[in-house]
């Protein structure tokens, strides 16, 4: 994330306002709010000062820090005719004072049981991108499936726990007992499609109670 990507990101939650409330008052799509808030996508200085009039303050503001989104404790230590007291710092007291601040997201495969590795993601009013801090995760991609999608073998998917099924949404489901990463297509109150894109666009019409949603995902890391 970007570091003015990060401040709109901070001041909108502040506000009370969500990515598509932003958007429609800015005039542009949901999608667009999440790529600049999440860095892939670079504003321009119109975009930007309408952006800071709508959140009612300056979004390249240079003097704003992560800090700003925490709870702001303070402590502060005052001398009575005594030298300051030293405090060293070691390794565990850096891991102890970041871990207010950041949460290590665990990166999974397909089965949501192994783990990969982590990756270290800002924590905003106590949630993570906007979601809960603790459904929220990364999900290695297996195969090139979503291609088409710009979403290859190797790449990592940010997103959160979910079942619900949400129309036009990337998700990772399980069907028949095997697990994919597809788009889902709600054609009606019964049946979905289902939609991948390696070598053309391929689908699959099934009925929504034969498919079972894991997790939504948001933005992916290409793998270059």
């Known amino acids: 994330m970007s570091r003015v990507g990060n401040k709109i990101s901070f001041l909108r939650e502040k506000k009370g306002m969500t990515r598509k409330q932003l958007a429609k008052k800015l005039g542009v799509a949901e999608k667009y709010v999440t790529e600049v808030e999440t860095g892939r996508k670079i504003i321009n200085e119109k975009i930007m000062s309408k952006i800071s009039t709508i959140l009612g303050e300056d979004v ?3 003097t704003f820090n992560m800090e700003e989104s925490a709870d702001k404790e303070q402590v502060e230590v005052k001398s009575m005719n005594k030298a300051p007291k030293q405090i060293n710092l070691d390794e565990s007291s850096w891991s ?3 871990g207010g601040i950041l949460r290590d997201v665990p990166i999974y495969d397909y089965s949501l049981n192994k783990t990969k590795g982590k990756i270290s993601m800002p924590i905003i009013s106590n949630k993570v991108e906007g979601f809960s801090k603790d459904k929220v995760l ?3 991609i297996q195969n090139d499936d979503m291609i088409g999608f710009r979403i ?3 790449d990592v998917a940010f997103g959160y726990l979910t079942h619900e099924l949400s129309n036009n949404s990337i998700c990772l489901i399980e069907c028949n007992g095997k697990r994919a990463v597809r788009q889902v297509k709600m054609l009606d109150s019964e049946k979905v499609l289902l939609i991948n894109n390696i070598n053309g666009i391929k689908t699959e019409t ?11 995902i948001e933005w992916a890391k290409v793998k270059l």
Request: hydrophobic fraction near 45%; charge should be positive; proline fraction near 0%.
């Open 60 to 62: 390249n503001d240079i």
């Open 96 to 98: 102890g004072a970041l």
């Open 138 to 140: 990364f999900i290695e």
């Open 152 to 154: 290859g073998k190797g």
């Open 206 to 216: 099934l009925n929504k109670k034969s498919i079972k949603v894991l997790a939504k």
